[in-house]
């Protein structure tokens, strides 16, 4: 699962992969090798093998595309807290390794938060198993110090919108 992953992480990965000379099958198979991929494989755009929500979500029409910031400002979550991608570079230039892994694992996380939604508007989950997704979610990022940016930022963003102002206690942190 993914935010733009078939047009932005798989290629860096097949291109990565090649720089490195690595062999990645099981990226590419489309039944070649295991006949069970020939309908559900990373390439095929509809299926489950890779789902990347922005495709989804826009029911695969180029026009709806629209950024996991603004989709994770919509649904009360934290989105990209004032950084974007531009800095991922000067990131590595210099090092900064924290900075760079929280950056990197707040898309992971807002992309983890739409996706346990959109499960819920697929009706692949009730009510009550979204919010036992999101509930633990939080608890086990309340273990990791480096999120805690997230967290605060999230406690704010969450009043925005009626279904998620509920996830945090004004006395939980």
């Known amino acids: 699962m993914s935010w733009n992953g078939s047009q932005f992480d798989l290629p860096v990965i097949l291109f990565r992969a090649m720089y490195h000379g690595l062999s990645a099958p099981g990226l590419f198979d489309q039944g070649e090798i295991d006949s069970q991929k020939r309908f559900n494989n990373y390439q095929n755009r509809y299926h489950h093998r890779h789902i990347d929500l922005m495709d989804v979500m826009a029911m695969f029409n180029g026009r709806n595309f629209q950024k996991l910031d603004d989709i994770a400002s919509i ?34 996380l807002n992309t983890w938060f739409v996706y346990v939604r959109w499960l819920l508007l697929k009706g692949q989950l009730t009510v009550d198993e979204h919010n036992d997704w ?21 406690k704010r963003t969450s009043k925005h919108t009626e279904f998620t102002s509920h996830y945090f206690n004004p006395l939980d942190f």
Not at 82 to 91: I, K, R
Not at 134 to 154: G, R
């Open 75 to 108: 649904l009360g979550l934290p989105g990209k807290r004032g950084e974007s991608g531009y800095h991922v570079p000067e990131y590595v230039r210099t090092q900064q390794w924290l900075k760079l892994t929280s950056y990197c694992e707040g898309d992971v």
């Open 134 to 154: 999101v509930n633990s979610s939080i608890d086990y990022l309340k273990n990791i110090p480096q999120q805690a940016d997230f967290l605060e930022v999230w």
